[in-house]
């Protein structure tokens, strides 16, 4: 009986002594959130029953990462509680717990978090811009763990890169669009840093936002030759472009195209890289002319130089028994100038040549005298006309003249003069002066006989020369009719049979 109540005893006594050695034990509470480089508070008792020595050991414990942030050699006395607070940066990161150990004795704190993540909010004016609009971020950045980030701020768009201060976690930036900023959408990228005096990044934040920059028209562009001889076709081809020179599609432009007394002569709307042709007639006005294009403000002007052009149109015509060429000035300046015509046929070959001398526009013909059938090679300047098996019937005496009041007078006066012609050849005057004069018994011999001739020239023929040659003197009635008295004497009549030879 007496044993088993001292077993009793030794029973009881064994949970009291075991609870009685109590080891380590936490006495402050930590926080749930801890940012990197916070400092760390850990306050914790260590007892023992009896007298031990040892290192006590604090652990900071993430995830399987165990950093040793305390240790010291201690004495702990029996039934003497040792309070211990140590204070630590939180270097590493995650989910946490801090273990403290002596003598074999191991405690693990509440756990918590360690985190480098700084939470970043903004707001932009914009997320649509236009070339050297301002685009404005007003923002906030707070550290995991609550506290107000006094830091920095990085934000880039595209190749632009600026750094902002954060002072109670707010920032306000502005960034300016380029005037040259291609149109697309660009990557905005704000990181919220907090770095030590080495530059060592230990919390870090950063959001991204997609923002557009829109296409606006710029200018114009326009791919023409400065310097044209006509006739030419040339081609038109703008181009409506953006702020970086692209192109810019189906938006309208107008062109207008000034001759050189300013006058519009072609004005067209076109889209942008579209094409038109416009053709420069041969006889185009030589000069400065313009070309000018127009969108809305934007204005584009191209100058365009006409270089002069000597050009002639040639045909052969034949009418009223007569071949002659119909010649054409469709340059843009007067002509002035030789043409040589060669006439080739079974018999042989003749080169003959014209001068000509037309202003623009006009036209002019010039008799050919060959009868028979020609091929005809005309060579104008660099200009080449050819004429196959032409049936030529020469020229007429009198050729064609168009009927008009200076037609019907010449004929007039032609007629005119053969009346009078005729009745002083039939001595009609002298018998009409004969019935005045009765006291003579016979009218007066006529010593004298006389003549009127009438000659009509073409423009290219040389009066002046023709006069010279034969020492006469034509009497002008217009531009191409003339007239000349001839007398019977022996002389004249020599003289007039020769001139009459060379004129057919």
Known sequence: M????????????????????????????????????????????????????????????CEGDDLVVYRKYQEIKSDFKNDFSIDFPALLKGDCGVIVKFSGFKEKSQEFEISDRIDVDYDLSSKYLFPLENLLINGTA????????????????????????????????????KKDTPPGEYRLLIEAIEKDA???????????????????????????????????EISINPCLLDQAGGLIKNESL?????????????????????????????????????????????????????EDNKELDIEIVNSSGSSFFK???????????????????????????????LKIRETDD?????????????????????????????ASVFPEMKIGFWSFFIFFLILIAF?????????????????????????????KKVYMCFCEFEKWFDVSDFLKKYNLSFNKINDKLYFIIFYSSKKHGEKLFKFAEDLM
């Open 327 to 357: 010649i054409t000035n469709i340059g843009n300046m007067d002509y002035e100038g030789v043409v040589n015509v060669l006439f080739k046929n079974s018999t042989g070959e003749e080169k003959v040549p014209i001068n000509v001398n």
């Open 419 to 447: 009346i009078v012609f005729f009745l002083i050849k039939k001595g009609f005057f002298l018998k009409i002066a004969g019935l005045f004069k009765k006291d003579k018994k016979h009218p007066e011999k006529i010593s």
């Open 254 to 306: 107008i062109i207008k195209l000034f001759d050189p007394n300013r006058d519009i002569v072609f004005e067209e709307t076109i889209k942008s890289n579209e094409n038109l042709s416009y053709f420069f007639t041969s006889n185009s006005t030589r000069g400065g002319w313009e070309m000018n294009v127009y969108h809305g403000s934007i204005f584009l002007s191209k100058p365009i130089y006409i």
């Open 198 to 232: 080495d530059n060592v990044v230990f919390n870090h934040g950063e959001v991204s936002e997609v923002v557009e920059v829109k296409s606006k028209p710029t200018s114009i562009s326009l791919d023409i030759d400065e310097s044209i001889r006509p006739p030419t």
């Open 2 to 61: 007496k044993k088993e109540v001292i077993f009793l005893i030794v029973l009881l006594l064994v949970p009291f002594c075991s609870a009685s050695n109590k080891g380590i034990i936490f006495t402050n509470e930590l926080q749930g959130v801890y940012s990197m480089r916070d400092n760390i508070n850990v306050e914790f008792t260590v007892e023992k029953d009896i007298t031990s020595s040892g290192f006590v050991e604090v652990v900071l414990d």
């Open 142 to 177: 707070i550290k995991k763990n609550k506290d107000l980030l006094e830091g920095i701020v990085k934000i880039s768009l595209d190749d632009m890169n600026k750094t902002f201060e954060v002072s109670e976690g707010e920032f306000s930036a502005s960034f300016d669009i």
């Open 366 to 394: 010039y008799p050919i005298e060959l009868i028979g059938n020609y091929n005809l090679s005309v060579q104008e300047g660099e200009k080449k006309f050819e004429f196959r098996n032409v049936y030529l019937t020469g």
